[in-house]
């Protein structure tokens, strides 16, 4: 099936090709996943930025029904995640259809992955995670999983040691990560989510559903969440594809791992020659 990802990161992508935590890991994350994001024809002026363009799907022949039984899932979770942008607007005493707004989320960036980690088993002291530790970059993510459990978080991302808890799965429920947008927005008063996966020697599948805001959205702090005696901790304006090349910058890394890898098994390989 030729659905490798593009540019845009839309379609498959191998194993190990991401690495979520450069510093300690020692190769890519062991899992394979798919992208899906808002479909943007080619012919849109939206096609022109960043991360924007058609999505990629096998063909009907091999995966009859496959494609439009994803559209329709992607198309729910961005109604569901817009509800709960409204609690969350509620909480922090803003107008509850402030994260509807435009230039917030009407053209937001959500992206569908459907993910399977290996039977490889994570070990820490190796650099070898199912995914490394990272927090999501936008304002939510929606994570549904099977009964495998090895996804775990760390509550205060800036204690040393960092102390990492399980995350059981829930049957029928979908696990709530908050994103880096968000805690700028609130100053800090929402923290993103520093999260990883420990692969335990079986299989596991999950769903993460990010819904991010419009590539071109300011994030500043939000009124409701600074005072003269909180003033904002962030700055004052902030692009969300400031973020993006985060995201794009965690497959370059990846590249270069993989060639300095491949360098080394060539000289391994001339030594023992």
Not at 10 to 32: A, H
Not at 129 to 155: E, M, R, W
Not at 194 to 219: A, K, M, Q, T
Request: hydrophobic fraction near 35%; glycine fraction near 6%; charge should be negative.
């Amino acid at each position: 099936m030729k659905v490798i990802h593009d540019k845009n990161h839309r379609g498959y992508t191998p194993f190990e090709e991401e690495v979520l935590d450069p510093d300690v890991q020692s190769k890519g994350d062991s899992k394979e996943g798919y992208y899906i994001g808002v479909s943007v024809p080619e012919n849109d002026p939206r096609a022109k930025k960043p991360l924007h363009g058609p999505n990629q799907y096998p063909s009907p022949d091999v995966l009859p029904g496959w494609q439009e039984t994803m559209t329709r899932y992607h198309s729910e979770l961005v109604i569901l995640c817009k509800k709960v942008s409204r609690l969350l607007a509620l909480a922090l005493n803003l107008e509850e259809s402030f994260f509807d707004k435009p230039g917030i989320t009407d053209d937001a960036m959500a992206t569908l992955r459907l993910l399977h980690y290996s039977e490889e088993i994570s070990d820490v002291g190796r650099g070898i995670y199912g995914t490394g530790a990272h927090s999501d970059y936008g304002l939510l993510t929606l994570l549904a999983t099977d009964d495998v459990p090895g996804l775990q978080i760390c509550k205060d991302k800036d204690a040393v040691p960092q102390v990492w808890e399980d995350v059981p799965p829930m049957k029928g429920a979908y696990i709530v990560n908050l994103g880096d947008m968000l805690e700028r927005w609130s100053n800090g008063l929402f923290r993103s989510t520093l999260h990883r996966v420990i692969s335990r020697g079986i299989e596991r599948y999950s769903i993460p559903f990010f819904f991010d805001p419009n590539f071109d959205c300011w994030v500043e702090c939000l009124p409701t969440c600074c005072s003269e005696d909180n003033p904002p901790k962030y700055a004052l304006c902030f692009r969300t594809r400031s973020l993006k090349n985060c995201f794009i910058e965690c497959f370059l890394l990846e590249y270069t791992l993989i060639l300095v890898s491949r360098s080394r098994n060539q000289n391994e390989s001339l030594t023992s020659c």
